[in-house]
């Protein structure tokens, strides 16, 4: 089995608080899921979402909750909905409130990704479409947030210059108005694979890329986003940005990332992504991505595209909670404030219960070996985690709830025994007890 253990090597500055990263990768679906179906399935004929209802994007306003989403029925469009829990939507009649132009226009060929944002003119909606070949993002203005004017200038973001990371498409728009600067995060594609970039305006319209894009890569061929790092949505809560994305496999399967970040440019991926997956429902059994995420009342609420075996995309509901588990949790693991630990510890391990993996923290206070090893509630030995030689300092361990021979461990407790013995010193040695639910 491939053991998984690491240096923990980034300074306690880029440490992330246990209470808010803990909620962002603890998702529960809504069991009434999709919360938003394509019109087929509801019986409805000639609807603007006949097809596919997906790509959403959620604001609050007013003390409701908005939502602009793609429909599929000839072409894509953009429809409107409004809700007050986020479960029952209701949807304008008079959708879609923005379609594609005339032949010949930027984006002819359909509207997809929206993202609305409020300023001191108005409402701002940024989403992309085709145009010479290539994907690229415009803009639309309105007064309310329903009637939309096109910018004459679409579109307001282009492709790179040949050769560079996004020379073959831009797209998917996240845009957040701060202190009277736009800033955008976007997907940009060079042919092979997809990456998010970074831009920033003083007016909404001329934009100016970052110089070190992409901000978030695209992962390694074993990663959940080798192919694709794209569709950022992004939540500002308690001093940190939270980016959820949608994240392509090397075998082209769809499911949705969490990173973080203090300035929106230098983000830290979560070690254990993709945070949310395919569902066992048929509605989203394929693929999940495109997020869009809102904070309110403590709590994140999530709402995603789904593509189950009936071929049709529909649009999901999960929620995470950032109080009521996660702050006791913190409360009890505290990490102290010095990277290189003073003393020997095992940490809780996250997620806990856990289904398929999990990971440990153990705190090396000197040079030493470690062995680590996974038992059953009858003390039979599961698995080997390590038995290496360790320098001072945090190390993470992932265990991928499999037995030493390669077999998936059956649900139940299991602990974690972990010895470390110093040179020329007594070993010392921490037990924790893990649940394993499938």
């Known amino acids: ?11 306690i500055g880029l440490l ?72 029952r939507w209701y949807l304008l009649k008079d959708n879609p409130v923005i379609a594609p132009g005339p032949p010949g226009s930027f984006d002819a060929t359909g509207l997809r990704g929206p993202c609305v944002i409020k300023d001191m003119e108005g409402y701002k909606m940024y989403y992309y479409s085709s145009s010479g070949g290539r994907l690229k993002i415009g803009l639309a203005t309105s007064a309310d947030g ?12 282009d492709v790179g210059s040949p050769e560079a990371w996004d020379d073959e498409g831009v797209w998917a728009p996240m845009v957040i108005y701060d202190h009277n600067t736009y800033r955008m ?60 994305y949608t994240g392509t496999s090397s075998v082209f399967k769809n499911e949705i990332g969490y990173a973080h970040s203090m300035d929106g440019i230098n983000w830290m991926k979560y070690g254990n992504n993709p945070i949310l997956k395919v569902g066992p429902m048929t509605w989203d059994n394929v693929n999940v991505a495109a997020p869009t995420v809102v904070f309110r009342d403590k709590k994140f609420y999530m709402w995603y595209s ?38 020997f510890q095992i940490l ?42 360790v320098e001072q300092g945090w190390h993470d ?11 998936e461990a ?8 972990v010895e470390f013995i110093a040179q020329g010193k007594a070993a010392v040695s921490a037990v924790h007890k893990m649940s394993l639910m499938k």
């Open 146 to 157: 329903n009637t939309w004017t096109k910018h004459p200038g679409n579109p307001v973001l």
């Open 1 to 11: 089995m491939k053991t998984a253990l690491f240096k923990y090597v980034c300074a």
């Open 185 to 244: 995060w976007f997907q940009g594609f060079g042919g092979e694979f997809a990456s998010i970039g970074y831009a920033t305006s003083s007016n909404g319209v001329q934009w100016t890329k970052y110089g070190d894009n992409p901000v978030l890569p695209h992962g390694d061929i074993s990663d959940f986003d080798y192919y694709t790092a794209g569709e950022p949505r992004i939540c500002i809560a308690r001093g940190r940005h939270h980016l959820f």
């Open 348 to 389: 809780e391990n996250y997620p806990n219960p856990f289904n398929p993996s999990t990971r440990l923290r153990v705190g090396i206070p000197e040079p030493g070996k470690i062995r680590i090893d996974v038992y059953d509630v009858v003390g039979k030995l599961v698995s080997v985690l390590a038995d290496e030689t």
């Open 397 to 407: 361990l992932d265990w991928n709830g499999r037995t030493t021979s390669g077999v």
């Open 410 to 417: 059956a649900s139940g407790i299991y602990f974690a025994r």
């Open 16 to 87: 992330f608080s246990a209470t808010q990263i803990r909620a962002q990768v603890m998702w529960e679906k809504y069991e009434g899921n999709p919360v938003i179906g394509a019109a087929a399935f509801n019986g409805i004929i000639g609807s603007f979402d006949q097809t596919f209802a997906f790509i959403p994007f959620v604001m609050e306003d007013h003390g409701l909750l908005r939502v602009w989403y793609v429909g599929l029925r000839d072409n894509f469009s953009v429809g409107e909905g409004i809700s007050l829990d986020g479960i």
């Open 306 to 343: 789904g593509l189950g075996t009936s071929g049709s995309w529909q649009i999901g509901y999960a929620t995470s909670d950032i109080e009521k588990k996660f702050e006791q949790q913190a409360e009890k693991t505290e990490i102290d404030a010095n990277p290189l630990p003073s003393k």
